[in-house]
């Protein structure tokens, strides 16, 4: 039986209360360690009468802070794995703490003792994302996956002792990495922020304007768009295609600054990245406004839904997939009231409002001609319900004026995206896909 009651309490997607209840003697209340939501906070471990807590109070890209059992109040804490310009997400197992890093959106490791040393930073088979590191405290070894975005995610045995890797498991598919290359370049957004993004094509690629294109986004909640691998986008990559994933403001790549940096009166920062990653790609000849498409689900369907209204120029093909399109109502349906934190609510102020409705997909479409479009969404998403897909593709078609094709596909006996059977994922992919191609122009 454990010593120690550890209790979390949340009502967003960021920020939680922490509290503590000391096992080992009757009646004992339950004591609060953070009584408010405005930060992030959990216990990583416990060991000679301290706890471990990783936090971003007062560090916006995380800390690691210890504390003794009596004296649980933030202002007794004591840094042991202080917070530096790179993102921290901290994992322990054989007596080791393992600080995971984010270094422009690509993995490092560092491995700490007890007392806050560090002892080494960890060799990963190449630039990518590792994950893992996690087990028993008396583990001589640890497991870990690494993948990127030409290399399947496999699993790696490390030595913590000795500091070595060796492969554990790797799955077999048919596709030579080789072939292949993912570089990351920086650009420069409306504001003039620097912003990482991945591109990732065949290698001798002809820098000719006529590769199509796809530019996938996110930027939201604190979710950072890390490299990995994905089969459907291999099948992309071998017909010539270009897969670029910028790291855009909202998202959790910079820390808690970042974050902010893309939610509520911010939210544009988002879109303007999302632009701006689109007009490097055009710009350095990867592709044109003919061969580029945008594709992103859920507030990444925002994100689509946003710049095709406010730059229809911008692409030729629009991927919005189950997303929130109505930023007037959305806090109304099932669990959007819980996206406040990021979006703010049209019920805030008038203010909020105004801001909200001037870049609410849903509300900025126009007489226009907009890229060739999927709206994509399921009849039984209880996340984002697909009310937000059939408004916008509904209004969509009857504001479009060109001559591009203007569809919704709506998957039956499905939800969110999570959960999909294969086969189901294989088609949906398959009609995008085509879609954007035979919207393109490009035929195989």
């Known amino acids: ?235 992309w990559l071998e017909n010539g295609g270009v897969y670029a994933v910028p790291n855009l403001r909202g998202g959790g790549e910079y820390g808690e600054n970042w974050h902010l940096a893309g939610t509520k009166m911010n939210k544009q920062n988002v879109f303007d990245d999302f632009i701006a990653a689109g007009e490097y790609l055009i710009e350095k000849g990867y592709t044109s406004s003919d061969y580029l498409a945008l594709r992103g689900g859920s507030n990444g369907g925002l994100l689509v839904g946003a710049v095709m209204t406010q730059r229809p120029d911008l692409a030729k093909v629009a991927f919005p997939a189950v997303g929130v399109l109505d930023m007037l109502r959305y806090h109304q349906f099932t669990a959007g009231a819980g996206w406040a934190y990021d979006y703010g609510t049209a019920d805030d102020s008038e203010e909020m409002y105004r801001y909200l409705k001037g870049y609410s997909p849903l509300h900025n479409l126009r007489p226009a001609a907009y890229p060739a479009t999927l709206v994509t969404t399921a009849d039984h998403d209880d996340r984002v319900v697909p009310a937000h897909s059939f408004k916008f593709a509904a209004t969509l078609q009857d504001a479009h004026q060109g001559n591009n094709p203007v569809l919704i596909r709506i998957e039956t006996n499905a939800g969110h995206g999570a959960g999909k059977p294969t086969a189901m994922q294989i088609a949906e992919i398959a009609d995008i896909f085509a879609f954007g191609l035979y919207a393109m122009g490009v035929g195989y």
């Open 1 to 235: 039986m454990g010593k120690y009651l550890i209790i979390t309490a949340a009502n967003s997607t960021t920020g939680n209360e922490l509290y503590f209840q000391d096992l080992t003697r009757s009646s004992t209340p339950i004591i609060p360690i953070v009584n408010n939501m405005d930060n992030t906070h959990y216990v990583v471990d416990h060991a000679g009468g301290d706890f471990f807590i990783f936090t971003n109070l007062g560090a916006p890209n995380n800390k690691l802070v210890k504390t003794s059992v009596s004296k649980f109040a933030p202002s007794n804490w004591v840094d042991l794995i202080p917070e530096t310009d790179n993102v921290l997400d901290i994992s322990k197992a054989g007596g080791k703490f393992f600080a995971s890093y984010l270094k422009d959106a690509i993995s490092e490791v560092r491995q700490f003792d007890y007392q806050g040393n560090e002892e080494r930073v960890i060799e990963l088979p190449g630039v990518g994302t590792a994950g893992g590191f996690s087990g028993k405290n008396d583990a001589e070894y640890v497991y870990y996956s690494f993948t990127s975005y030409i290399n399947p995610s496999s699993s790696y045995r490390y030595d913590i002792a000795s500091g070595a890797s060796m492969l554990y498991n790797a799955p077999k598919i048919q596709f030579d990495p080789s072939q292949y290359e993912s570089n990351q370049v920086f650009y420069t957004s409306k504001d003039g922020t620097r912003v990482p993004m991945i591109i990732t094509h065949k290698k001798g690629l002809e820098l000719n304007g006529k590769n199509p294109t796809i530019l996938y986004g996110y930027g939201g909640f604190g979710v950072s768009l890390t490299p990995s691998f994905s089969i459907a986008n291999t099948v």
